[in-house]
């Protein structure tokens, strides 16, 4: 006990090992790791890669990958993605969903129907089969982190008649970017 210690208040909580010194692993110690923070949303051990192959479905966006590339026993993977001001992942929609803890900046986020504006701390949940897409409406990055299954489907692109229907929904339709996207009369449409 500490010489301050209070009688009835709990005893402070120490991390440090009071055991004898041993340079053998504890058991199940080997794959545990820290990811420290460098500053402006870098991190030790976390290089930025591309967002996916090079593709007008997407604009200024990288991601860093934490957990899910060292084939750690999880059913999930950490990523954390950012967005240049202006940029945008790909629209579309899988089997798994998605959580999304904003975490720098300000952007959009096109889910279905609903189109939020988000921001620092906030967090949603992408259901499955769910159209979506993010975009950076700031004049910063816009930064977030995600969680989705570890075994998870690949990214299908929305059909021409659901891509329809949800530019059928002004809130959507003004702020959704689909470059690739041709209309009857064969203008690309941006969204925007």
């Not at 006990?1 to 120490?14: L, N, Q, R």
């Not at 058991?27 to 930025?48: A, I, K, M």
């Not at 769910?130 to 977030?144: K, Y």
Request: aromatic residues 10%; contains cysteine; proline residues 8%.
């Amino acid at each position: 006990m500490t010489a301050h210690h209070k009688e009835g208040s709990p005893e402070p909580i120490h991390c440090e090992w009071a055991g004898p010194a041993d340079s053998t692993p504890i058991l199940g110690d080997t794959g545990s790791r820290l990811y420290r923070h460098r500053g402006n949303y870098r991190w030790e051990g976390v290089s930025p890669e591309p967002y996916k192959a090079q593709s007008e479905d997407w604009a200024a966006a990288q991601r860093m990958v934490f957990i899910g590339q060292a084939a750690e026993p999880l059913d999930f993977h950490l990523r954390y993605f950012e967005l240049e001001p202006g940029g945008f992942t790909s629209l579309e929609k899988h089997e798994h969903a998605h959580v999304v803890i904003v975490v720098r900046g300000k952007g959009t986020v096109v889910a279905g129907s609903a189109c939020w504006s988000v921001g620092f701390l906030d967090a949603l949940y992408i259901a499955p089969f769910t159209p979506h897409q993010l975009l950076n409406t700031g004049e910063e990055p816009f930064g977030f982190f995600c969680i989705v299954d570890a075994v998870r489907d690949r990214p299908q692109p929305l059909s021409p008649s659901e891509l329809q229907r949800l530019l059928a929904i002004p809130r959507v339709r003004a702020v959704l970017r689909v470059p690739a996207f041709e209309k009857g009369e064969g203008e690309t449409q941006s969204g925007r």
